[in-house]
């Protein structure tokens, strides 16, 4: 049970976020949920999930691309909660095109939002779960943290950097009870994967579903995408005791993208 524990988890407004948050809240843990749009419907259904074991839901829409704001949503849950013990950063947005054609700006929406968001957060969470010798900290990779897919040097540079930030944070905290570890999964049918689909789907003239089968066939041999609540459940048991020991690690879900 994580009944007494707080959990953050950024851009849980939408697919892979609100699932890990909808798992943890059936474990009891308190939810800090962020991200964009109308966080209403969320903070509902995470509140649900929670509601037998009498978990504190709150919600902060800071802006990840915003070191001010991040600082903001940390102190928010610090007066609110009384700080954060399991911090999962999933923020992340995506941007396809080569990179002769990548527009700057997006690069640093990227860099700043899918890896320099980790490293304010994580900055701003260690101290207190230092002081408690407890803490887990859940890095939202890729399998794109570990392999790279043409037309996304941004997102690859991204997803390696913060598997690189998984380790290093992983080693200044092995002796503790704080554990940092990295969630690297492949295809999952949310809104960001829904546009590439769309996308193929324009650029080819095929029909969508034809173009779902094509983006699995091309890296996912299981031919099935990941569910965020898969993703959740895993989350859930780098939470565990059982897990205290497993530090610094890129775990895959990928359906077998990076066994080839
Ligand atoms: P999504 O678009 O469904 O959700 C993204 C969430 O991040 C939303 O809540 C959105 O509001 C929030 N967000 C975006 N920009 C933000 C910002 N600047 N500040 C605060 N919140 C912001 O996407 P998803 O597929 O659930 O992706 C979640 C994470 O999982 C991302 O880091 C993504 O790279 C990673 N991932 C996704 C897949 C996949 O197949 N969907 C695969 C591997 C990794």
Redesign the pocket.
């Known amino acids: 049970s994580l009944k007494g524990k707080t959990a953050l988890v ?9 699932g890990i948050a909808l798992e943890l809240a059936k474990q009891g843990a308190n939810l800090v949920l ?4 109308d966080a209403s419907a969320p903070q509902a259904e995470v509140s649900a999930a929670g509601a037998e074991l009498g978990i504190k839901v709150g919600y902060h829409g ?4 915003k070191p001010e704001q991040i600082e903001a949503m940390m102190a928010y849950a610090a007066a609110e909660f009384g700080g954060v013990d399991i911090l999962v950063n ?5 941007h396809v095109a080569n990179v002769e054609d990548f527009p700057a700006a997006k690069w640093d929406a990227i860099i700043a ?2 890896l320099s ?1 980790a490293f304010h957060t994580t900055r701003l969470a260690i101290p207190a779960m230092r002081q408690k010798n407890w803490g887990r900290i859940l890095n ?5 943290g570990l392999v790279a897919s043409a037309g996304k040097s941004a ?1 690859v540079a991204s ?1 390696h950097g913060i598997v690189g930030f998984t380790k290093a944070v992983a080693l200044e905290t092995a002796t503790s009870g704080i554990t940092v570890n990295a969630i ?10 829904q546009k590439q689909i769309d996308d193929r789907a324009t650029r080819e003239g095929i029909p969508v579903a034809q173009a779902e089968k094509e983006l699995l066939g091309e890296k996912q041999p299981s031919l099935q995408f ?1 569910t ?1 609540a898969q993703l959740g459940e895993l989350a859930v048991f780098l939470c565990s005791a059982a897990a205290a020991n497993i530090k610094g690690q890129a775990w895959a879900m990928d359906g077998g993208w990076t066994a080839q």
């Open positions: 950024t851009g849980s407004t939408s697919g892979i976020g609100l962020n991200g964009f749009g800071a802006d990840m691309s999933n923020a992340g947005i995506q939002i899918n968001s939202i990779a890729s399998a794109h997102y997803k690297c999964p492949g295809w999952v049918l949310t809104p960001l994967v990941t965020p």
